[in-house]
């Protein structure tokens, strides 16, 4: 009996390490079109595929096990986590930005997030919109009230000698059930590697019925790829190039590790799911159990 609850928990104990080791993982894209996955704990990065052609924001899951982000153009894209594969779903039919040539309206294809099987999407001018996975489609619910962008993303700042140029960071995450937003903006120096605040970091809430986002208070500048991670939300603090936990509750964030250098800038993030366990794994350990509940049997009987 007490060789049958060691082998029981020692299975339960392989089955915890490999959830542990999954919880610890997030699915990355990177500024460069990189894809891969990162260790939170220590932010390493493995690549995965030849990266994606195409600009895009933000990273899901999606139906089958593949992951959904919005291209830049305003496609709807699905990526093979084994093999990085880019393909298309469908347009949405939010507006292309994908160029320095694009026009870059304010309805152009800007973040995507999930709550549960509920697709959503915002544009430049932060509308909220919900999303067809099947076929991309985008249908508009409403203004969030967060700040559109008063600059195309990444334009160079007019005049300046040094090559700055415009940011912002935004993220659509998931926590508890309910739909979550950060939102700043502010001009780059890549001389001195430091950002002017143009729009104060905020953090959001928002109702998915209507749209209309509600502060819940200020947070870190630069963050960008948040993701649920079980339960913790885990972010990357760009300009000091780390990973870090972020607390809703008041905005603060706590260091974790420091980000590869491989993965430049992480731009999104998806918790990578915990593993199912292989049939031979468990066939294995039903075999052992069964062996050991037959040794009690004639060690009952003889």
């Known amino acids: 009996m007490i060789l049958q609850h060691k082998l029981v928990l020692a299975f ?7 959830a542990a080791n999954a919880d610890n993982l997030v699915y990355v894209l990177g500024d460069g079109g990189q894809f891969g996955t990162i260790t939170l704990s220590t932010g390493s990065f493995t690549p995965i595929g030849p990266g994606l052609p195409v600009g895009a924001g933000g990273l899901v899951q999606g139906s089958g096990g593949n992951l959904l982000t ?25 507006g292309d930005c994908s ?40 249908t508009l619910i409403g203004a969030t009230g967060i700040p559109g962008l008063p600059f195309i993303p990444h ?23 309910d739909l979550y937003a950060n939102f700043d903006t502010g001009i780059f120096d890549p001389v ?8 104060s970091p ?34 990357f603090n760009l300009p000091l190039s780390s990973v870090v936990t972020l607390n809703l509750a008041d905005g603060s964030t706590s260091y974790v590790s420091d980000t590869d250098p491989a993965i430049g800038l992480v731009t999104s993030a998806t918790a990578v799911a915990s ?25 009952h009987w003889a």
């Not at 339960?12 to 490999?18: F, G, M, Q, R």
């Not at 953090?203 to 948040?226: D, M, V």
């Not at 069964?290 to 004639?298: D, E, L, S």
Request: with cysteine; net charge negative.
């Open 202 to 235: 905020e953090l959001y809430k928002i109702n998915t019925l209507t749209g209309l986002a509600t502060s819940i208070g200020p947070t870190t500048q630069g963050l960008e790829g948040i993701a649920n991670v079980n339960g913790t939300l885990y972010a």
């Open 12 to 18: 339960t104990l392989a089955l915890s390490t490999a």
């Open 275 to 299: 593993p199912v366990p292989e049939p031979t794994s468990l066939a294995l350990v039903g075999t052992g159990l069964a062996t050991i509940a037959a040794g009690i049997r004639r060690k």
């Open 155 to 177: 334009a160079p700042l007019p005049g300046d000698p040094d090559g700055s140029f415009f940011i912002y960071d935004e993220v659509l995450f998931d926590f508890n059930g």
């Open 70 to 94: 919005l291209g830049f153009n305003g496609d709807l894209n699905s990526i093979n986590p084994s093999t990085g594969a880019l393909s298309v779903i469908g347009p949405t039919g939010l």
């Open 99 to 138: 160029l320095p040539t694009s026009p870059c309206g304010l309805n152009s294809a800007n973040i995507i997030g999930k709550v549960g099987s509920n697709l959503y999407a915002t544009d430049l001018a932060n509308n909220l919109y919900s999303v067809n996975p099947t076929t991309g489609a985008a």
């Open 192 to 199: 001195t590697f430091t950002p002017t605040t143009l729009v």
